[in-house]
Structures are given as C-alpha cells and as structure tokens.
C-alpha cells in the first residue's frame, strides 16, 4: 500500500503552521517568510527554483525528502490560494506557470473548478470530499506511488485526526507567532501511535518525524 507523508511541514515553537492576516501579498500572514527559512537557505530549495548555491547539511538533507516515490499530493484551499481566490478565474495558485508538485495535486476546496494543467506535470483538481475519499481519489492518481499532504495546518491536522498520516516531518522553528492557525489542536496523545525521532539542526530548527506504528 502505498503511503501518506508529510515533509517539511513547519510550526512556530508555539505550534502555528501559519501566521494571521494571509493575503496576495502575504501567504502566511505575518508570519512572513519566517516559517521556512531554513528551507529557503538549502541547496535543494535553490535547485528547485533553478538557482545556484544552498547549504547542504541536514537541513538539505531532509528537506529533499520532498518529492522521490510521490505520486499526487493533496493540499487545502487556504495553500493554493489567499482567502477569495475562488472569486478569480485567473487564479492558478503561487506557484507560477511550472509548479514544484509534478503530479497530480488535488486541492480540497467546497469551491469546486475545472481541472488546471500546467507545465512540468502538475495539475490542479478541486474536490470536495472527506479526508478518506479523497485519499482514496489521490491515491488513484498516484498510480502506486505515496501520496504527500501537502498542507495547510488545517488539511495536516484533519487527516492526522482521522489517522491516514504514515510519515511526518515537522519542522520547529524557534519563533513565537502568537497567532494563526495551529496545527497540534485536538490532537492529543497523537505520539503514541507513532515513533517520534528529533533531531536539532546547526540552523536552529528542530526536525521531528512521525512515524506511524506497524499493525
Ligand atoms: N507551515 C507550513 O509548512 C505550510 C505548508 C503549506 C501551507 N502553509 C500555509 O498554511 C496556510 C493555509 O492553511 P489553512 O489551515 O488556513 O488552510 P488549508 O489547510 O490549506 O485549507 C483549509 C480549507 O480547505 C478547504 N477544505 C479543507 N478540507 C476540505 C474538505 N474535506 N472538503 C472540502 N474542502 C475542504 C476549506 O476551504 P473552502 O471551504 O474555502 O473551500 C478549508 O477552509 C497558508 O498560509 C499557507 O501558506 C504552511
């Protein structure tokens, strides 16, 4: 069976997985750029938006854990777009016109569209379903292969509640954001139905993985 992973997910030390206020101008509120930093800063990030340079290093290391043996991804409506996007028939996510994804992406959303093909093997489907059903339509998709979710806070937190989540690798990254949507929320007890590994970057962020204990 094929599995479903999260990587590079990223919380603040007080657990929020995006700030408050997101906008065009501001895809995570105020909490600015700040959540990803570290990854920004890695060699895979800088291959990925076609730059040279990066650091190499654990960071690096886990952060290109992103894409091998991914087959679609699921992402919520809040990550493919500002509050409102749905108005805007334009709208075709941040990503630019050759997004990162390269599989299917399947965007949770009550506002549903036609599909949206773009360069480099991404496209967009809008589906409103429950987490399960659409697990199982990404799944489908994936041909196999594992599927990521993709974010955002609300999206992770509603399929670890309904236990789909087999890896996780969350970042803390030490900053107080105070306010914006938390990830941890009624997830209580959640570690012990997973072997919970951590290990602290040079960078100052804290790598920790979830993984889901075998039958
Ligand atoms: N920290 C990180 O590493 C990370 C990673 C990715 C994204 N982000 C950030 O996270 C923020 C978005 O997160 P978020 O928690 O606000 O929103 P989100 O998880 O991306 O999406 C939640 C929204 O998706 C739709 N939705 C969710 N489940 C659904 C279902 N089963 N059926 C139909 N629609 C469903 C609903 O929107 P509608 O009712 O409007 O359709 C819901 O309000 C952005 O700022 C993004 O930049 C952070």
Do not use: Y
């Not at 599995?3 to 906008?23: A, C, I, K, M």
């Not at 992103?66 to 919520?76: H, L, T, V, W």
């Not at 334009?90 to 630019?96: I, M, N």
């Amino acid at each position: 069976m094929s599995l479903v992973r999260v990587h590079n997910f990223s919380v603040s030390l007080d657990g929020f997985g995006t700030g408050e206020g997101q906008s065009r101008d501001a895809p995570f509120g105020h909490a600015g750029e700040r959540l990803h930093e570290w990854m920004f800063a890695t060699r895979w990030w800088h291959e990925t938006i076609g730059r040279p340079g990066g650091t190499g290093g654990l960071d690096d290391a886990l952060a290109r854990r992103f894409a091998p043996d991914i087959g679609a991804e699921i992402m919520g409506a809040g990550k493919f777009g500002p509050p409102g996007w749905h108005e805007d028939p334009e709208w075709k996510g941040w990503w630019g016109p050759d997004p990162p994804f390269r599989t299917p992406v399947f965007v949770l959303t009550h506002h549903r569209r036609p599909p949206i093909g773009m360069r480099g093997g991404t496209t967009f489907h809008f589906l409103d379903a429950p987490p399960a059903e659409a697990l199982g339509t990404a799944r489908e998709a994936a041909g196999g292969r594992d599927v990521r979710v993709g974010g955002g806070p609300t999206v992770v937190r509603d399929f670890l509640a309904a236990g789909l989540v087999d890896r996780m690798h969350v970042v803390v990254v030490p900053i107080l954001l105070g306010r914006g949507v938390r990830l941890w929320d009624g997830l209580e007890g959640l570690e012990r139905d997973h072997e919970v590994e951590t290990v602290s970057s040079p960078s100052g962020v804290t790598h920790v993985t979830f993984t889901r204990a075998g039958p």
